[in-house]
T-cell receptor, first 113, second 109 residues
Framework: ETGVTQTPRHLVMGMTNKKSLKCEQHLGHNAMYWYKQSAKKPLELMFVYNFKEQTENNSVPSRFSPECPNSSHLFLHLHTLQPEDSALYLC????????????FGEGSRLTVL | GQNIDQPTEMTATEGAIVQINCTYQTSGFNGLFWYQQHAGEAPTFLSYNVLDGLEEKGRFSSFLSRSKGYSYLLLKELQMKDSASYLCAVRDSNYQLIWGAGTKLIIKP
């Protein structure tokens, strides 16, 4: 238990579906992150929120849309995805942004058909 | 460009010692991190080095040489539960984390 909870753990969706991934942290942290993890590839940073403000958007396609309603919750809205978007999506939090000590959730395994 | 290199996979024997290397070329340096990720689980923070030398934490130690752009993670008295992927990450001049692809460590009895 890392204090970061992600739901759902597994998601299968078609290319025309709309779905959302949810992340909640119980650590009192002020920064939250979305990462994409593909097999045998480095973690790819997607989005960073620091004190609810988006501070990083790493050239992510618009079919991924983040939302951070408060410091404890982070969503990733998915729409019109492609099969190459199939991956493990990891949420993380940290006390503040720019620290390297991140607390990760167990991830949401996404399969796009 | 920025790059982190680490071996894709390593195998070691229970009770032995293993060293996982990480070399980096980044735009600036503000610390190096090691994470452990068991299959199907969240990555968890293991260690942080910002100055040259060895940091020891129980059975795990991490070494850094900034002049060589090199670090290693040393695992002693290996246990079966140490089977996992080990991720190396460097924080660059913009305080962004640059990640390696990870080293899958397989422990055999």
């Amino acid at each position: 238990e890392t204090g970061v909870t992600q739901t759902p753990r597994h998601l299968v969706m078609g290319m025309t579906n709309k779905k959302s991934l949810k992340c909640e942290q119980h650590l009192g942290h002020n920064a939250m992150y979305w990462y994409k993890q593909s097999a045998k590839k480095p973690l790819e940073l997607m989005f960073v929120y620091n004190f609810k403000e988006q501070t990083e958007n790493n050239s992510v396609p618009s079919r991924f849309s983040p939302e951070c309603p408060n410091s404890s919750h982070l969503f990733l809205h998915l729409h019109t995805l492609q099969p190459e978007d199939s991956a493990l999506y990891l949420c993380a939090s940290s006390q503040v942004a720019d620290t390297g000590e991140l607390f990760f959730g167990e991830g949401s395994r996404l399969t796009v058909l | 460009g920025q790059n982190i290199d680490q071996p894709t996979e390593m195998t070691a024997t229970e009770g032995a010692i293993v060293q996982i290397n990480c070399t980096y070329q980044t735009s600036g340096f503000n610390g190096l991190f090691w994470y452990q990720q068991h299959a199907g689980e969240a990555p968890t923070f293991l260690s942080y080095n910002v100055l040259d030398g060895l940091e020891e934490k129980g059975r795990f130690s991490s070494f850094l040489s900034r002049s060589k752009g090199y670090s290693y993670l040393l695992l002693k008295e290996l246990q079966m539960k140490d089977s996992a992927s080990y991720l190396c990450a460097v924080r660059d001049s913009n305080y962004q984390l640059i990640w390696g692809a990870g080293t899958k460590l397989i422990i055999k009895p």
